[in-house]
Structure formats: structure tokens, C-alpha cells
């Protein structure tokens, strides 16, 4: 095993214990595991945000970093790192708990789910759009300007403050 695959396996095995470990509250709480997999979902979502939130920010800094650099080659492992070890297991525990908790609550026939759904469905395509990103960035091919990466940073928020109004406020 390579030290750089060891960061990987270790989110994979929290990942499972994550996994493991909600299913075997689901079955010892019952009906009161609702609240639970809310809270674990939410600590979920805020992991993938702020994962979201700084991957771009990498990504400004790196276009200034002269390819092969010690510091170009530091971004890489750090972007790598944020969107392995932190913002896919994050988005995947969001998706699979979100999707349970609305079953649960009966929310698929509610419009403002719809909406919300919706939006997420945005915001997991921006984060394809970034692990793409972070591929070109570790093979040096990223055409894109530091300006760019400026306006693409806003997306994540401006797709997050919809979601918290469309689940929070229930407006239809």
C-alpha cells in the first residue's frame, strides 16, 4: 500500500463505520432514530460545504502556482485529499441519509422538496464539475484563469443559501 493510498482507505473505513454505525441506530431507536440520522445528516452537509466552500479557493491559489513547483505540488495533494477524504464521503452520507429522511417524513409529494432536491441535484454536479477539476489540476492541464475559479466559487453558496430557505421556510 502507498502512503498516498492510505488517506483514502482510512475515509473508506470511516465511511463504513459511519454507515454501520447509523444502521445499527436506526435498529436499536426505532422511531426516535429520526432525529438522530437528522443530526448526523446535517453534520454531513456541513462537512461536504465546507469542503465546497474552500475546494475552489485551492484552485484560485494553484493558477498562480508555476507548474511542477514544490507549491504546485502541495495544492495537488491537498485538493485531492479534500475531495477524498472529506467531500465524497460527506456528499454520499448527505445523499443517502437525505433520501431516507425524506421517505420518512413523506416529503417526496411536497413542492418545496421538489425545489430542494433540485438544487442539490446542482450542487453534486458542481462538486463532479470540481473533482474534475482537481483531475486536471494533478495532471496540469487546467485552462481555466484564476477569474474563473473566482465566479465558480460563489455557486456552492449561492445553491446552499436555497436549500436552507427552501427546508427551513417550506415556502410551497
Known amino acids: 500500500m502507498t502512503p498516498s493510498s492510505q488517506p483514502a482507505v482510512r475515509a473508506a473505513v470511516a465511511l463504513a463505520v459511519t ?29 461536504w460545504m465546507a469542503g465546497m466552500l474552500y475546494l475552489p479557493r485551492l484552485f484560485i491559489y494553484h493558477c498562480d502556482a508555476p507548474k511542477g513547483s514544490q507549491q504546485s505540488e502541495t495544492f495537488k495533494v491537498m485538493e485531492q485529499r479534500l475531495l477524498r477524504i472529506i467531500m465524497n464521503p460527506a456528499m454520499v452520507i448527505a445523499w443517502v441519509l437525505g433520501v431516507w429522511l425524506a421517505w420518512k417524513a413523506q416529503f417526496f409529494t411536497s413542492g418545496w422538496f421538489h425545489a430542494k432536491l433540485t438544487l442539490a441535484l446542482l450542487l453534486s454536479g458542481v ?14 492541464r487546467n485552462t481555466k484563469p484564476t477569474r474563473h475559479w473566482r465566479i465558480v466559487n460563489e455557486a456552492p453558496t449561492l445553491l446552499m443559501i436555497g436549500i436552507v430557505i427552501l427546508v427551513i421556510v417550506k415556502p410551497f
Open 19 to 47: 454507515v454501520a454505525a447509523i444502521g445499527l441506530a436506526m435498529l436499536v431507536l426505532g422511531d426516535r432514530a429520526y432525529e438522530w440520522v437528522k443530526a448526523v445528516h446535517v453534520i454531513a452537509i456541513i462537512s
Open 127 to 140: 462538486h463532479g464539475y470540481f473533482s474534475a477539476a482537481v483531475r486536471a489540476f494533478a495532471e496540469d
